[in-house]
């Protein structure tokens, strides 16, 4: 261990559900998209299932809409540092959106691409089972454009550059193939209980 | 397979890789502190003899760890302020942020001797290699990795355009004011020298440079809080710049 001289830190009330080497960044909400804001319209957001499945199929605002509705209220990870507690998202299980398109067996993993081009790969396992979402909703209220308004990905169990903003639909694979982040030195995964913030971590 | 399902509409776009190391920075390096200078109120520079550094394209970024005596660690991203070539040093500019606590030990504590962890660099993504003509958008500490692209420019003697427009609040909160040459603007938002005009980055200090842009024309790096790097991408992209030719480092 290498003590740096004269450093205390803040108080150790650890709080319960901060991954290591997190901080709760309370009421901030930061925003870290390297890309310009897209001037999205709901009108004009898609999202389609493609790739390994037998039925690829594109969703509209409106039909994305028709899905049960569906929340995720809990925390975020993001990979610079910052948790953020107790948050609510409202949109539609990504369950919804997979098993009317159905994936192969073949499928192992997935492409998520932003209307931006922007893109983050996931293993399948990550994207089904009720732990991940197709949100509109932000503590009830639209999305906005800079947290990726009209509709974004979350998955909140990895850190927090795998919930592709300006989401536009989800490639499934047979093979890892890395995203945008991970072809920039970040982690496959991005497990923040584990810390895998970087490749080879 | 690969199936062009996913068609990127030319109004958006996220910009391309830019070629870094390949070798993972996937190890803590001790950096000790050689030397601290002031630079503004609230912002001071703080060198650091790191002598396996495997170096750094300018732009690029590190992870920095403080270790308490019971074993709490902190650690944050920051930008690095120097030149690639400075020989197993590496220098990075850092605000006093209210509350920090790593920022308040390099503010108050620290002195030259002291050991730090740092894990670097990191990412590829806002990275100059000096290869193509770069419009440098920065506010506040947000000029910090500009500074690095500044004086790679300058030690290699790079005859590549590059021209810096720097927004801070008043002259004595402009960081790194003195080693401003022609390359640079600043731009004052609350309070100037006599003859300056006051007011935030506007279409206007764009519109020469876009007018009549270098052959293969500008790689604009934004740099700064959320709300100035909203502000100044748009304005960007109504000056005609491609949008994936622009870079963005927000704050957080």
Redesign the interface.
């Known amino acids: 261990m290498n003590i740096t001289r004269g450093f205390t830190g803040r108080p150790r009330a650890a709080r319960e559900g901060l991954p290591p080497g997190q901080y709760d960044a309370g009421d901030d909400w930061p925003v870290l998209s390297a890309e310009v804001t897209p001037d999205l319209s709901a009108a004009d957001w898609t999202f389609r299932v493609g790739g390994l499945v037998t039925a690829p199929r594109t969703w509209s605002w409106e039909e994305a809409h028709r899905l049960p509705a569906a929340a995720y209220e809990g925390d975020i990870h993001c990979v610079t540092g910052w948790s953020k507690f107790g948050v609510r998202f409202g949109g539609v299980s990504l369950d919804a959106f997979l098993d009317a398109a159905g994936p192969l067996p073949s499928a192992t993993h997935a492409v998520a691409h932003a209307h931006t081009g922007y893109t983050a790969n996931l293993p399948l396992a990550d994207l089904t089972g009720g732990r991940a979402w197709i949100v509109w909703e932000y503590g009830g209220r639209p999305l906005t454009p800079e947290h990726g308004g009209p509709a974004r990905l979350v998955v909140p169990h990895l850190y927090f550059w795998k919930s592709v903003k300006w989401i536009a639909g989800l490639e499934l694979l047979d093979h890892d193939e890395p995203g945008f982040w991970e072809r920039n030195g970040y982690h496959a995964r991005g497990n923040p209980w584990q810390e895998q913030r970087y490749s080879g971590d | 397979?690969t199936?062009t399902?996913?068609p990127?509409?030319a109004?958006?776009?996220?910009?391309g890789?830019i070629a870094?190391s390949e070798q993972?920075?996937?190890r803590w390096q001790?950096a000790t502190i050689t030397g601290i200078r002031r630079e503004t109120p609230r912002a001071a520079t703080f060198r650091l003899a790191v002598p396996e550094w495997a170096g750094h394209l300018p732009g690029q970024h590190l992870?920095l760890r403080?270790?308490?005596?019971?074993?709490?660690?902190?650690?944050?991203?920051y930008s690095l302020a120097s030149a690639p070539d400075d020989s197993g040093h590496i220098e990075l500019t850092l605000d006093h942020v209210s509350g920090g606590?790593v920022s308040g030990?390099f503010h108050t504590?620290?002195r030259p001797g002291?050991?730090?962890?740092v894990r670097g660099p990191?990412?590829?993504?806002?990275a100059w290699p000096g290869d193509r003509p770069a419009l440098l958008l920065g506010a506040g500490s947000g000029v910090v990795p500009l500074m690095s692209m500044v004086r790679h420019h300058r030690a290699r003697g790079l005859t590549v355009p590059l021209r810096l427009l720097v927004s801070a609040r008043r002259p004595e909160e402009l960081i790194y004011a003195r080693e401003y040459g022609a390359e640079t603007t600043p731009v004052f938002t609350r309070g100037a020298p006599e003859g300056t005009p006051v007011g935030r980055l506007s279409a206007a200090h764009l519109a020469p440079l876009l007018a009549d842009p270098p052959p293969g024309g500008w790689e604009a790096y934004v740099c700064g809080s959320?709300s100035f790097?909203?502000h100044a991408?748009?304005l960007?992209?109504a000056a005609g710049q491609p949008?994936?030719r622009?870079?963005?480092?927000?704050?957080?």
């Open positions: 397979m199936e399902t996913f990127s509409p109004r958006f776009a996220v910009p890789r870094v993972v920075a996937a001790t992870m403080l270790t308490a005596a019971d074993g709490y660690t902190a650690q944050r991203h606590e030990w504590v620290a002291d050991r730090v962890e990191l990412s590829g993504f806002f959320n790097a909203e991408s748009k960007l992209v949008v994936d622009i870079r963005i480092e927000r704050f957080g």
